[in-house]
């Protein structure tokens, strides 16, 4: 029996000798910021690009839908105004609905009397000042979605020049803590790179094809307002 407890007491005692591990957490924003100066220069960089794509995607998007909303019934009242004469109602339709469609229209309509070639150059004309204000700033979300990754690649470059600065000063005896910093500027730089990159890319392939649906809707509409002319009186 009192073998039994000196044995405990002696596993006790070996239990309390063990040094306590604690796990080491590290947080997204402490791994991002924890690659030296040169690397906290390029995160910076990153994250302002990141803010400027997204509120640039934002911005066009809801600037797009807007564009695209139109009553159905447009282009048949704008049709009975024109063919029972009415050119000024048609004209006040088309200046109550603020979008490139009823601007189209109304730049139609201003050219009536004149020939159809004139009057199709015009609203081609229109057309074309609609879609640039439809991409504006549109080329800044594709250069960022290019120039990010290169950013975060230069951060790359930038830690394992850093990292193997520190091996060359050091006689191939450099303290892991010193190569850590290294590394860690290249590989947090890297995939900042190419989250902003990612998404920026796909912000703006997703605007491209809401313009492109855009447009289609304008040449639509151009073509319906020619044949309403060519209708026969």
């Known amino acids: 029996m009192l073998n039994f407890f000196q044995e405990d007491d002696v596993a006790d005692v070996a239990q309390a000798a063990e040094p306590v591990v604690e796990e080491k957490t590290l947080s997204l924003f402490e791994l991002m910021f924890s690659?030296?100066?040169g690397g906290?220069?390029?995160?910076?960089?990153?994250?302002?690009?990141?803010?400027?794509a997204v509120y640039i995607y934002f911005e066009r998007l809801f600037a797009i839908k807007a564009a695209g909303k139109i009553d159905k019934n447009?282009?048949?009242q704008i049709k009975d105004s024109?063919?029972?004469?009415?050119?000024?109602?048609?004209?006040?339709r088309?200046?109550?609905?603020?979008?490139?469609?009823?601007?189209?229209?109304?730049?139609?309509i201003s050219r009536i009397g004149s020939p159809l070639e004139d009057i199709n150059t015009a609203i081609e004309n229109a057309g074309r000042l609609?879609?640039?204000?439809?991409?504006?700033?549109?080329?800044?979300?594709?250069?960022?979605?290019?120039?990010?990754p290169m950013i975060g690649f230069l951060g790359t470059v930038i830690g394992m020049v850093l990292a193997f600065h520190e091996l060359a000063t050091s006689s191939g005896q450099a303290q892991m803590g010193a190569l850590a910093?290294?590394?860690?500027?290249a590989?947090?730089?890297?995939?900042?790179?190419?989250?902003?990159?990612?998404?920026a890319y796909i912000g703006y392939n997703h605007l491209v094809v809401k313009t492109d649906k855009m447009v289609h809707q304008m040449e639509a509409t151009a073509v319906d307002f020619l044949d309403l002319l060519n209708e026969p009186a």
Not at 94 to 108: F, M, N
Not at 188 to 195: E, H, K, N, P, Q
């Open 35 to 37: 690659g030296g100066l």
């Open 187 to 199: 590989m947090t730089t890297t995939v900042a790179g190419l989250i902003v990159g990612i998404i």
């Open 94 to 108: 088309c200046a109550q609905s603020d979008s490139p469609v009823a601007r189209l229209t109304e730049k139609g």
């Open 130 to 148: 609609e879609v640039y204000k439809l991409e504006k700033n549109v080329s800044i979300l594709a250069t960022i979605a290019g120039a990010a």
């Open 82 to 92: 024109v063919l029972n004469g009415n050119i000024e109602s048609a004209k006040i």
């Open 74 to 76: 447009f282009m048949l």
């Open 40 to 52: 906290q220069i390029i995160i910076i960089i990153l994250f302002v690009l990141l803010f400027a």
């Open 181 to 185: 910093e290294g590394i860690y500027t």
